[in-house]
């Protein structure tokens, strides 16, 4: 899947896979139909993350919905979604995942 593509080699950097986050940013915006699903992969793979503490993962989850809602007009579709990953963030102990929020 092309989200699951996204965590491949960046993770240890702490970032989506460029090239990878632009094809899946234009598909979002030109399928809103798809954001909503798209969204519950990315909070799925969060709390995965979350809970083996891969954090590059956590911020690479975290920036790709950002990004998606920085790019896409329709945030109705998945700003639940988002709000639940920062919750997710805020209740975590790791202050490095917090610090995120703040940055």
């Known amino acids: 899947s ?4 996204l965590w491949h080699v ?3 950097n702490k970032q ?3 090239p990878k986050l632009n094809s899946l940013t234009h598909y979002s915006c ?3 139909e798809k954001l909503a699903r798209i969204a519950e992969y990315l909070e799925s793979r969060l ?3 979350l809970y083996r503490r891969k ?3 956590v911020f690479v989850s ?3 919905i950002d990004n998606l809602i920085k790019s896409c007009q329709r945030l109705d579709n998945f700003i639940c979604t988002y709000l639940a990953m920062v919750t997710s963030l ?3 102990k790791d202050p490095e995942l917090q610090v995120w929020l703040i940055g």
Request: charged letters at 20%; glycine letters at 12%.
């Open 16 to 18: 989506p896979n460029g």
């Open 90 to 92: 805020l209740e975590n």
């Open 62 to 64: 975290m920036d790709i």
């Open 30 to 32: 030109r399928n809103p």
């Open 55 to 57: 954090t590059g993962h």
């Open 10 to 12: 960046q993770a240890a």
């Open 47 to 49: 709390q995965r993350d």
């Open 2 to 5: 092309l989200p699951g593509l």
